[in-house]
């Protein structure tokens, strides 16, 4: 339990310094027309999917029990990790979090996230395709 105090005080803390992005469509510089958010969640374990470079990737999980989701791994520079975050509205028996990633390169990455307690680890692969 000290722990997840710890985790939620330093989340708390990056949250209010650095303020957080929220699953939002997004412009991208180039003037193209606005891409999709790829929102995926834990029915989405253990699939491939595809993403452009530059589209955001946001993963919500929710744990059933005691722990919670920890750091992403990453196995290559194709998705970049921006951040995570609880999202409002939290249920004190499930409460979730939220991962934000974005298509950097070109490849393919498997992400994992791994849970403090009971939960299975969380595993997708993305492949990342250029514009």
């Known amino acids: 339990m ?3 105090w710890v985790f939620l005080t330093a989340l708390a803390f990056l949250w209010s310094a650095f303020g957080v992005a929220g699953a ?3 412009d991208k510089a180039s003037g193209s027309a606005k891409q999709q958010v ?3 969640n834990g029915t989405d374990s253990g699939k491939l999917v595809s993403a452009k470079v530059g589209r955001e990737i946001m993963i919500t999980l929710q744990t059933i029990g005691p722990g919670e989701y920890a750091a992403p791994r990453v196995s290559s520079a194709s998705i970049r ?11 004190p028996g499930g ?7 974005i298509a950097a390169v070109a490849g393919q990455a498997k992400l994992a996230i ?4 009971n939960n299975p680890t969380y595993q997708i692969s993305i492949q990342v395709t250029p514009n």
């Open 2 to 4: 000290t722990s997840r």
């Open 24 to 26: 939002q469509k997004t």
């Open 38 to 40: 790829i929102s995926l």
């Open 81 to 91: 990790f921006e951040g995570t975050y609880f999202p409002k509205g939290q249920n």
């Open 95 to 101: 409460p979730k979090q939220v991962y934000r990633f």
């Open 114 to 117: 791994p849970h403090t307690g």
